[in-house]
Nanobody, 119 residues
């Protein structure tokens, strides 16, 4: 029923900044936990940042202090502000919406957007 579409990826230099956006549709956004995940070539997908419907956040240790997740329920969007980017941040970034109230839980993924950090 729901759909997530990411945008804002691209090529940046180490130390630079990038802002990713995720647009949601299908009445899934406001009650869900929203998150950003990433997957680098040859590596497992990992959680980067999440925010619950009440605004509680969680971050991957290696991005704390550099990345900030935010959501705008009126616009059905969730953003990831990425500062002081490092080459190891290079990955495809995916937007996620999760709600375990349902059986089975609702777990919705976007198609991903490429982030490349290189000089």
């Amino acid at each position: 029923q729901g759909q997530l579409v990411e945008s804002g990826g691209g090529l940046v230099q180490p130390g630079g900044s990038l802002r990713l956006s995720c647009a949601a549709s299908g009445r899934i956004f406001s009650p869900y936990t929203m998150g950003w995940y990433r997957q680098a070539p040859g590596k497992q997908r990992e959680l980067v940042a999440t925010m619950t419907a009440l605004g509680i956040t969680d971050y991957l240790d290696s991005v704390k202090g550099r990345f900030t997740i935010s959501r705008d329920n009126a616009k059905d969007t969730v953003d990831l502000q990425m500062d002081n980017l490092k080459p190891e941040d290079t990955a495809v970034y995916y937007c996620n919406a999760y709600n375990n109230y349902y059986a089975p839980p609702h777990d919705i993924w976007g198609q991903g957007t490429q982030v490349t950090v290189s000089s």
